[in-house]
């Protein structure tokens, strides 16, 4: 049985930090991603990371904001988020696949997907 796992979210004012963490079992991904969805908006891709080499890649929008790591050992990835913006308040979703660098930030890549955490930044 798959299963990904996110947590960390939570509440937190402009500038702060938040550290995301998801856990994916049963499932031998290549690359796993965060994806973030406002209300009325469509979900996009915030970063991805390639389990065999740790090859990332960022939306513009977090670009040196926003890191993305792993702990192999651990199945973990996460999501580093520093100088958080309320423009970053969405419900933040985990997901795995089996694709390739120039499709790691498109939703259809992925596989399977975790519930979502929320974050909600306040100005």
């Known amino acids: 049985q798959v299963r990904v796992v996110e947590s960390g979210g939570g509440s937190v004012q402009a500038g702060g930090s938040l550290n995301l963490t998801c856990i994916v079992s049963g499932y031998a991904s290549i690359a796993i991603a965060w994806f973030r969805q406002a209300p009325e908006k469509e979900r996009e891709g915030v970063a991805g990371?390639?389990?065999?080499?740790?090859?990332?890649t960022y939306a513009d929008a977090v670009k040196g904001r926003f890191t993305i790591s792993q702990d192999r050992e651990k199945n973990t990835v996460y999501l580093q988020m520093n100088s958080l913006k309320p423009e970053d308040t969405a419900m933040y979703y985990c997901a795995a696949g089996r694709t390739i660098y120039s499709r790691a930030l498109g939703p259809r890549s992925y596989d399977y997907w975790g519930q979502g955490t929320q974050v909600t930044v306040s100005s």
């Open positions: 990371i390639f389990l065999s080499g740790g090859s990332t």
